[in-house]
């Protein structure tokens, strides 16, 4: 029975054939959300989000503009201030620094996780309970770290000078955060520390998801466990190692807390940071002036968002060319 | 046989021998420093003094008291849990609605927002904090719990919009439509289906938000001034004078800091490890 | 129980110029019918099904159940109960809460929930597992759970969305079974979206055959089986796909001819007057009409070629056949021999032809034959 026969069996209504409302013809799907169910749901975050991030990031920017010595009486001064960032020697320190930091430390966090993980992943006994010991330093906030391992670096009784003169090399021992050329140096082991666990956490979930079928393949080809792990193991982790890269990068360039609390960006300026000048220039020099801190900040912004998009493009091309 | 399976087991764990010194040194490394401090929490600063590594005998659980009472880490331990409490509160609620709608609504602007919120998450701090300083100073919200509170909030709604975001969209599409046809509207489908059925992420975003307020400093130093309002954290700093060390008494101060995770971390380890690498772990 | 109403219903995407995945669609299905949408992926069957539940907005067209327009009518209050391919069981929730979810909110008093919760459970062989939660649940169990949740609400209407794709070829086939006899049971009208020509034929009152939009055929599964409107509906139905080669007709005063692969085949089921005029067409035959003749049968309208290929399947065994009109497909006795590479003639029944006009259209038969 062909389809016109069909339709002509539909008893047509009398009633003219646009019987129902026009502006129903066409309208808003069911599942789409009416302004007001959309403005109910986002709304309260948005509001809070322009307020307290989006907001104070503009007035940032603005007031690297301005000299804010007398907060009531802004004076404008242009890009006056970041002309003068150019020429200080401390942000530049500063930069330095917190670069040599978030691009070489990250190496050491990453490969100390994955090197743990590995250990875990070849079967050990209470590898379940390692695994969490080993986590538990990711708990502790900054404060409570950076206490421990000012006491564990202490020139007297620190545990490290004790353990060098036990094993006899008193001439090693020294005051790790006092002296300029290993201040930065320590405070990479102790952040590294805080860190392996989390870094060791992700590789061991990697590890575990990689497929075991390949595994086995390669053991077929008569791979050792260092051939395994060369051309096996790490090239299949590479998306999840690149990740932790990032992340433990981006960590490194908001550090604050431990370099605070632990050298306060001393001696002579060997540990500052950008984040600890900024906070320096702002509340703990006698000048209080937050215009030119603001336009640090707005640079560091700059830097740190454009190292981000870079790392992430750099890895994303990479990945392109390889598959 | 016999003497050939003992030699078997002991090249076998001489193989191993140097994978198993790893595995002790390392949970050493990571376990001694905690145990340190935990031994001279119970140890007057003098006893420390003569001797650094000594055991806590006799052990002076007094100290605790002491230091909840006369060092005032009572103060300190309140103002941490209202203030992070609340915003945990607060941030669950905003960001899992947010998320919701981000997830589960077309509209023009949509992947704009996520995209403007995703990125957040890598903002510096130093971009907001100066002009929160000042804001806050010009709303009368400086020094107080809730300018804290609101401050802690927007620092973790990034997260946790991304977060939830992922799993939301995990939800199927006929879920809802089902509930529609059963005769939900938009508000009781978020309640009814959306929070339980993503309970696990968001419970893994509240323990996320949890740990990484409880141990916030740089803010809580920077907008909180008054001795009355200050945090844990902040807490802790004042015993450590530049040239004094009542070491026996920060000891006990970062026990009192560290016991409630750790308390928490014994029962829920599997939840708080999942729940700190989320967005980490693909 | 009620009748449902399509007149000129036409959904569109984006504003002008926008993609229109259904057109004109026009359609009524009588009370208590099992009516199949039956189409290729994209057809527009979840479309229309989804119009009609109340998940799209319809937009332009009439859609009434029981009379009732129901445009502008919200999904919840439509009445309708509708069971997806996912199944789309809330998670957190028990076997029996999943049931009775639906109840509780239109205000149903507790007894009356309780009776049919248990009722329905004991129908569907649920009654053990009322307290589990989904995830606990077979494959199977889940969709007699989402079966149960649309049987307990007492609709007007059942919609299905492609409800047996998710599950394997034995329960397919099971809970195939089960939905006829349900449908039997309930005496309810159904809806059905599937593009398994299997679970149209077997389950269907009628099939509503749709492609690109359009409704291509409405009928009873062997009507629309024996007499495809088109060239589409006779390639989707049957598998293996009806044959189509070219073929020139010949007009003599003994009848019509057509001539196609080398072959004459009189055109017995069309009267001359049907055939006017048309000179070429699209001559069809079903891989289950052909005939494999032994090299000594008489003369018989027959096409001659060359074996491409075997395929024995068990019950029957399928020949692909070169010839000069084209490839095709014989579906014959499992115990044929035949090797690829072998000549071969295949006999086509003149009773079993069909022809199709330039515009894909079946050229309607009027003769009765058998």
């Not at chain 3, 992926?41 to 009609?52: A, D, F, P, Q, V």
């Not at chain 3, 589990?132 to 949740?149: C, D, E, I, T, W």
């Not at chain 3, 599950?167 to 009208?189: I, K, M």
Request: with cysteine; net charge neutral.
């Amino acid at each position: 029975m062909p389809a016109q026969a069909e339709t002509a069996r539909i008893a047509v209504p009398a009633t003219p054939r646009r019987w129902w409302p026009a502006s129903r013809q066409g309208g808003r799907d069911p599942g789409a959300p009416s302004w007001l169910t959309l403005m109910v749901f986002l709304a309260p975050a948005l509001v809070l989000y322009a307020g307290l991030t989006a907001y104070p990031v503009v007035r940032t920017f603005a007031d690297s503009l301005y000299d804010l010595e007398n907060m009531d009486a802004p004076r404008f001064i242009g890009l006056a201030h970041f002309l003068q960032i150019w020429s200080d020697e401390t942000f530049l320190r500063a930069i330095r620094n917190t670069l040599v930091w978030s691009f070489i430390a990250p190496f050491l966090d990453v490969a100390t996780g994955l090197l743990l993980a590995l250990c875990l992943y070849a079967g050990v006994p209470f590898a379940r309970f390692l695994r969490i010991a080993w986590f538990t330093p990711v708990l502790l906030s900054y404060v409570v770290v950076s206490i421990l391992w000012l006491w564990i670096y202490n020139y007297d009784w620190g545990a490290l000078n004790l353990a060098l003169r036990a094993m006899g090399l008193d001439g090693w021992a020294r005051a790790w955060l006092g002296e300029s050329n290993t201040a930065l140096a320590a405070l990479m082991v102790t952040h590294a520390w805080k860190w392996a666990g989390f870094n060791m956490v992700v590789c061991l979930a990697a590890l575990h998801a990689l497929p075991s079928e390949v595994l086995e393949a390669a053991e077929l080809d008569h791979c050792g466990w260092v051939a395994k792990l060369r051309h096996i193991i790490i090239p299949l982790m590479r998306p999840t190692l690149l990740n932790l890269y990032i992340l433990a990068f981006i960590g490194k360039m908001k550090v604050f807390d431990l370099v605070w609390i632990m050298t306060q960006g001393g001696p002579m300026w060997s540990t500052e940071t950008v984040s600890t000048y900024v906070y320096k220039r702002a509340f703990a020099w006698n000048t209080f002036d937050l215009g030119y801190p603001s336009a640090i900040a707005v640079v560091w912004f700059v830097i740190v968002l454009a190292a981000a998009a870079l790392l992430h493009l750099a890895f994303r091309q990479r990945e392109k060319l390889e598959y | 046989m016999k003497a050939q399976g003992w030699g078997d087991r002991l090249t076998g764990l001489l193989r191993r021998g140097p994978l198993l010194a790893v595995l002790v040194l390392y949970t050493l490394y990571t376990t001694l420093p905690f145990l340190w401090v935990g031994a001279m929490s119970l140890r007057t600063t003098a006893e420390i003094s003569a001797d650094h590594y000594g055991l806590p005998s006799p052990a002076h659980w007094g100290k605790f008291r002491a230091a909840w009472v006369d060092s005032n880490f009572a103060g300190y331990f309140w103002n941490s849990t209202v203030v992070v409490v609340t915003a945990v509160v607060v941030v669950t609620v905003l960001g899992a609605m947010a998320a919701h709608a981000l997830a589960r609504y077309k509209f023009p602007g949509n992947r704009l927002l996520y995209f403007i919120l995703f990125s957040s998450i890598i903002f510096p701090p130093q971009i907001v904090l100066l002009s929160l300083f000042q804001i806050l100073v010009n709303y009368d919200l400086y020094n107080t719990r809730i300018g804290l509170i609101l401050v802690y909030v927007s620092l973790q709604l990034p997260l946790t919009v991304f977060i939830l975001e992922a799993f939301f969209a995990r939800i199927p599409q006929d879920l809802f439509e089902a509930a529609r046809i059963d005769g939900y509207t938009d508000l009781q489908i978020f309640l009814r289906i959306v929070v339980p059925v993503g309970m696990p992420a968001i419970v893994t975003t509240v323990i996320l938000n949890f740990v990484h307020l409880w141990n916030e400093y740089l803010f809580a130093v920077v907008l909180v001034s008054d001795e009355e309002l200050r945090t844990l954290p902040v807490g802790i700093q004042r015993f450590m004078g530049d040239y004094f060390q009542d070491i026996g008494m920060i000891a006990t101060g970062v026990m009192i800091a560290v016991i409630p995770v750790i308390v928490v971390y014994a029962f829920f380890s599997e939840k708080l490890i999942q729940g700190m690498t989320a967005g980490a772990v693909k | 129980m009620a009748t449902v109403q399509l007149q000129d219903v036409c959904k569109r995407y984006g504003g002008a110029g926008g993609l229109t995945a259904v057109q004109d669609v026009s359609l009524t299905v009588a009370d208590g019918e099992f009516m199949v949408l039956l189409g290729p992926s994209g057809c527009g069957k979840s479309t229309t099904l989804r119009m009609i539940a109340g998940l799209e907005s319809i937009s332009d067209g009439r859609l009434a159940i029981d009379g009732r327009a129901m445009n502008a009518v919200p999904a919840k209050d439509r009445d309708i109960a509708m069971v997806f391919q996912s199944y789309a069981l809330y998670p957190h929730m028990t076997v029996a809460d999943n049931l009775s979810f639906g109840l509780k909110r239109r205000g149903t008093p507790r007894a009356e929930i309780e009776r049919r919760v248990t009722a329905t459970a004991a129908m569907l062989g649920l009654t053990e597992y009322l307290a589990r939660r989904p995830a606990a649940l077979s494959g199977g169990q889940r969709q007699r759970v989402a079966l149960g949740r649309a049987i307990v609400r007492e609709p007007k209407v059942f919609l299905f969305d492609e409800p047996l794709s998710n599950l394997d070829a034995a329960l397919r086939v099971a809970t195939r079974n089960e939905l006829t006899r349900l449908h039997r049971r309930l005496g309810a009208t159904m809806i059905y979206v599937t593009h398994d020509q299997v679970e149209a034929m077997t389950m269907g009152s009628r099939i509503c055959v749709m492609n690109r939009g359009r409704i291509a055929q409405v009928g009873a599964p062997l009507d629309v089986y024996r007499n495809p409107a088109d060239t589409f509906v006779a390639r989707f139905l049957g598998s293996p796909p009806m044959n189509l080669l070219p073929a020139r007709l010949r007009h003599a005063a003994a009848g019509t001819v057509a001539l196609v692969a080398g072959a004459e085949v009189p055109l017995t089921r069309w009267s001359d007057a049907a055939l006017a005029g048309i000179a070429e067409a699209s001559f069809g035959i079903r891989p289950e009409d052909m005939v494999l003749l032994p090299s000594d049968a008489g003369p018989q309208p027959s096409i001659t070629g060359t074996v491409a290929s075997v395929e024995p399947l068990g019950a029957e065994t399928l020949l692909l056949v070169d010839t000069e009109g084209g490839e095709v497909t014989a579906r014959l006795h499992r115990d044929t021999a035949a090797c690829p590479g072998d000549a071969v003639r295949l006999g086509i029944p003149s009773t079993a032809a069909y022809l199709f006009g330039s515009d894909g259209r079946a050229i309607a038969t009027d003769r009765a034959v058998n």
